[in-house]
């Protein structure tokens, strides 16, 4: 982008500085960066003939980060629904995946994945996959942001024999993506349970010295917890730590099943969260501690997990959902009130990724990474407090722009880079292929 724009809404939500809510201000634009937030007449006195979107009845927020999903495993929305973790894995996904996976399988998968998160409100996304050098292609031409790591694992795959396999092709795309500012390569170790320690310590030997985040399911299940103290004598967190993995480099997915102690120990060893509602729920999990975890202080971010688990790819109703859980569980109305949703799905979000001096909130000298929702309708009327209807009463389906460095990806609900006949069209065939056995 080169030449400057305005966007005016009817309210602005920074996230920084915390709790604040704009009226009538306008957001300036200019080479895909914020250059300025002013009142709305301050800007159009100084940025006179400078093209300017109103939007009279919208709130412009930062660009949502779905901090944990599996996008290309979209192609698999709806595939083996009521089944738990174990069996969803092992008796159904990863046979399909050794008879699907492929460049194509996740260039397309991605690719549906990206338009829907687009139409969500999401701008940026952490993923978690095999071929993520084709996803971060994927991720390119839709125009999103993403941090992109390619699992590891001990068993073979179609993608790799043995982890050593796996981390190789883990950073082989390393120089590809080096000077693009919208991707950042992670490690991805799948799961204490598919990792051995000799592996574990290559990994985060790797990660320090690359700075590269980490991002594995940790405490998922408690068959995953009982298999570690079967196998290695304690819960895979101890074991976690005895490995020196426990740091503020990892994004621990999950964490359904925490002791009090293992949340003190994650405040005080900064390990960052992705917590994922929808899919914990869905596979029978459990609920995470999100209450406790957050007055410890630990930074937790809202993940959809991929659409085979969750079935969706929706920031808004996922981070919804983590607030009523814990208002539910824990007895307290107040638990994640609007602000905080916000925080969790945005800011805290990049602060996993090591992100938060380039997105997670509105001010002057980051991305351009935003999101305006439209509060116009009928089933958001009145509107007393806009955050809260952000998430209460509005939905994805409010959503009406999207923007990723100043780049508009969604125009009035409209795509701008992506055809959604040609996606539908490959979803289809996908659907044939997955239905011959």
Partial sequence: MTTPQMISPRWLVPVEPKNSVLENHTLVVDQGRILAILPVDVARGRFTGVPELVLPDHVLIPGLINLHTHAAMTLMRGLADDTPLMTWLTDHIWPNEARHLSEAYVFDGTELATAEMIRSGTTC????????????????KSG????????????????????????????APRNEFANDSRLKLMLAPHAPYTVSDKTFARIFTIAAEADYPVMMHIHETLDEIS?????????PIARLEKLGILGPNLIAVHCVHLTPLEIDLYAKLGVHVAHCPASNLKLASGIAPVSAMLKAGINVGIGTDGAASNNRLDMLGETRLASLLQKGTTGDAAALPAHQKLEMATLNAAKALGWQDEIGSLVAGKAAD??????????????YDPVSHIFHAAGRESVSHVWVNGELLLDNRALIRQDLNELKTKA?????????K
Avoid at 154 to 170: M, Q, R
Avoid at 227 to 235: D, H, P, Y
């Fill in 428 to 436: 289809a065939i996908w659907q044939q292929r997955f239905a011959s």
């Fill in 370 to 383: 935003m999101t305006a929702i439209d509060l116009s309708s009928i089933e958001t009327q009145p509107v």
């Fill in 144 to 171: 999103m942001r993403a941090a992109l790591g390619g699992a590891i694992l001990e068993f073979p795959t179609p993608y790799a024999a043995d982890a050593e396999a796996y981390i190789e092709k883990c950073l």
């Fill in 125 to 140: 996304f952490a993923d978690m996959y095999f071929y993520h050098d084709v996803a971060a292609r994927a991720a390119l």
């Fill in 227 to 235: 298999q570690g103290e079967r196998e290695f004598g304690c819960r």
